[in-house]
């Protein structure tokens, strides 16, 4: 449990296993409500600590039956607190208030249609026929003493309970996904006909709320940030900049192997706001020395990690007394690096995390989007006054143009890859598709193909364009883009990246394949 950053009353989503408990605090923050996922193993006393308004228990994979199964921790009831049960939460609640719960008589997953049958503040003004996603094997075949059925399949009688009077409510189903259209009603309807919350949950109160707080705990500190030129870090340095001004010192490293314009953008965007506290470097010869002769992805990691942070440290320890590392960590990230319920994903590849905290630096870190998601970072970066160009940025992994160039990483590999990433990126925005896609890059090969240019045979580089869609980067889809799109950034980059004379598009998903090639 971590301490809250907020003086929001957040709305507890209690985890229970969910492969949806993140999209749960997603939609609750939607509706203008701080929400906050915690484990249901947490502390009693540090949950009731944060005043919630009200509880959300996740669904998950167990049954409640099995020896071992996650239980309904008895100060949730005992709270006298509104508590909307989801699948496996819903069960929980029955179970803990007196109610039974049986296997279902046919495993249930995918959509179905339930029938309203009760009147109630949870499906306010909503028809009586509603599409929803089911998922589940048990379900409530006894209705504790005072719960009502609300509505109903034939598969499933009771696929949404209430008790009016205690503010107890049910589902079996899934509100919170998007195959449940009208989810997002029933969810609102709950937070505010049942829960009576308020909707003070906003880019101008997040802001606020973080400024006092990181004043509050900096007092006359120093504090210093890497700064990368992507989404993360550049909100968190333009907030820690609003809370404490030249308190704080940004340190941005070129490492040569950053996006075209990078390293411009990030020094006409900051600066003029930082003046001298923003100490920009171009350290590429040293990167591009230490990288000769490497073509092994993690041994490339490794060594692009370690290089920044010995730069960084340099840095850091000629300011003098510095006490804080500023970090863009993000709410999602504290979500799953903690288990065991949420154990950290298999790592496929390690992710140095540019801008990491050194070990031996002894700062202390601060985080101030450490409770925010993606969208509400883009948020509050346009607030502040980012450009468009930072605060939509497609992500980009620390290592850079690195893992694009596949075989050994030279200054001109990297520039041919970059100048092929711009057209490609160019042509993706004029088509109005780069919103649209999660990540879209170059990645340079390492074998050369045969081509004819003019009357002559060429044997040339081979550009690979990647473009994929996803939600949180663990599993992607390729994205279907337009092929006139993908014929004039194929002309453009022959053209006029010299040395290239073949573009091919990558049609994978990942899994099998990784969004990166390295
Ligand atoms: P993969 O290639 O593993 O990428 O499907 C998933 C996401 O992670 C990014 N990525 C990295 N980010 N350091 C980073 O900070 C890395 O070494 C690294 N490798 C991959 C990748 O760009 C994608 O967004």
Redesign the pocket.
């Known amino acids: 449990m971590e301490p809250d950053t907020t003086k929001n009353r957040p709305v507890i989503i209690l985890d229970f296993g969910s492969q949806y408990s993140q999209l749960i605090a997603r939609r609750v923050r939607e509706n203008q409500v701080y929400s906050l996922l915690v484990p249901y193993t947490a502390d009693a006393h540090e949950v009731m600590a944060l005043d919630p308004a009200a509880f959300i228990l996740s669904g998950g994979p167990a049954s409640v039956y099995d020896a071992g199964a996650p239980a309904l921790p008895g100060y949730v009831l005992e709270s006298g607190k509104p508590i909307l049960g989801i699948c496996y939460g819903m069960q929980l609640l029955a179970l803990g208030m007196g109610g039974q719960v049986q296997r279902a008589e046919r495993r249930e997953y995918g959509p179905a249609q339930v029938t309203v049958t009760e009147a109630s503040p949870l499906f306010s003004d909503l028809p009586s026929k509603l599409d929803v996603w089911m998922s589940h094997g048990d379900q409530v075949g006894r209705l504790p003493d005072g719960f009502t059925s609300l509505a109903g399949t034939d598969n499933c009688p009771i696929a949404a309970m209430g008790h009016g009077e205690r503010r107890l409510y049910g589902l079996q189903f899934h509100p919170e996904v998007a195959h449940t259209p009208l989810g997002g009603r029933i969810l609102s309807d709950f937070l505010f006909g049942v829960c009576g919350c308020e909707q003070n949950w906003t880019v101008a109160s997040i802001i606020e709320t973080s400024v006092r707080d990181i004043r509050e705990r900096v007092g006359e500190a120093q504090v210093v940030c890497a700064l990368s030129g992507g989404v993360d870090s550049s909100v968190t340095a333009a907030i820690l900049h609003r809370a404490i001004g030249d308190q704080l010192t940004c340190v941005f490293v070129d490492t040569g192997l950053m996006r075209k314009e990078e390293a411009a953008q990030v020094v006409r965007t900051f600066g003029p706001r930082f003046g001298e506290h923003l100490i920009a470097l171009d350290e590429s010869d040293v990167f591009f020395h230490k990288l000769r002769g490497v073509t092994d992805p993690e041994l490339k990691?490794r060594i692009i990690g370690e290089t920044f942070i010995r730069t960084f440290e340099r840095e850091a320890r000629a300011l003098g007394e510095v006490r804080f590392l500023g970090q863009g960590t993000l709410y999602p990230d504290v979500i799953e690096s903690r288990g065991p319920d949420r154990s950290v994903a298999a790592r496929?590849?390690?992710?140095?995390?540019?801008g990491g905290l050194p070990e031996d630096m002894e700062l202390e870190l601060i985080e101030p989007l450490r409770y925010l998601f993606k969208d509400e970072v883009r948020a509050v970066g346009s607030e502040l006054g980012l450009p468009d160009e930072i605060v939509w940025r497609h992500?980009?992994?620390?290592?850079g143009l690195a893992?694009r160039v596949i075989g050994e990483v030279t200054r001109e590999r990297a520039q041919a890859v970059r100048e092929a990433d711009a057209v490609f990126l160019e042509e993706l925005r004029a088509a109005g598709q780069y919103r649209e896609t999660s990540?879209a890059f170059a990645v340079l090969l390492p074998e050369c193909s045969v081509g004819v240019m003019g009357d002559d045979r060429t044997y040339g580089n081979v550009i690979a364009l990647r473009a994929v869609t996803t939600q949180d980067?663990m599993t992607a889809d390729w994205a279907r883009l337009p092929y006139d799109l993908l014929a004039r950034a194929s002309t453009r980059i022959v053209n006029e990246v010299a040395g290239v004379n073949r573009v091919v598009y990558d049609v994978s998903s990942?899994p099998p394949a990784?969004?990166?090639w390295e």
Not at 395 to 399: A, D, S
């Open positions: 990691r496929i590849k390690t992710h140095h995390n540019v992500p980009f992994p620390g290592p893992v990540q980067f990942k990784t969004i990166e």
